[in-house]
């Protein structure tokens, strides 16, 4: 069975750090471009970033980059979301997403919910 589950999620305050897990199973996810997502209540999902197959294949969006960083441990089958001086703003469902390089498969976490508060 196919399956992604994100971990790490939790309560954090204001300038704090949070490190997110997205474990693969069923699939081997060094073959796949990693991605995050977050979606806030009331907003859209907004994509964070990715990293593609190697780490220099890496982006971010320009309200996270500098602060948030992708990588992967292959060995274990999971990427990583550090995310550091976070923002209240930034409280929102945090997700990852697996797609295929090959073919059209793609995969979604059920997502992990971060919330930043004093």
């Known amino acids: 069975q196919v399956q992604l589950v994100e971990s790490g999620g939790g309560l954090v305050q204001p300038g704090g750090s949070l490190r997110l897990s997205c474990t693969g199973s069923g699939f081997t996810l060094s073959n796949y471009v990693m991605s995050w997502f977050r979606q806030a209540p009331g907003k859209e999902r907004e994509w964070v970033g990715d990293m593609g197959i190697t780490a220099r294949s890496t982006a971010y969006s320009d309200t996270v980059k500098g602060r948030f960083t992708i990588s992967r441990d292959n060995a274990k089958n999971t990427a990583f979301l550090q995310m550091n001086t976070l923002k209240p703003a930034e409280t929102a469902v945090y997700y990852c997403?697996?797609?295929?390089?090959?073919?059209?498969?793609?995969?979604w976490g059920q997502g992990t919910q971060v919330t930043v508060s004093s």
């Open positions: 997403k697996a797609t295929s390089r090959s073919s059209s498969d793609n995969y």
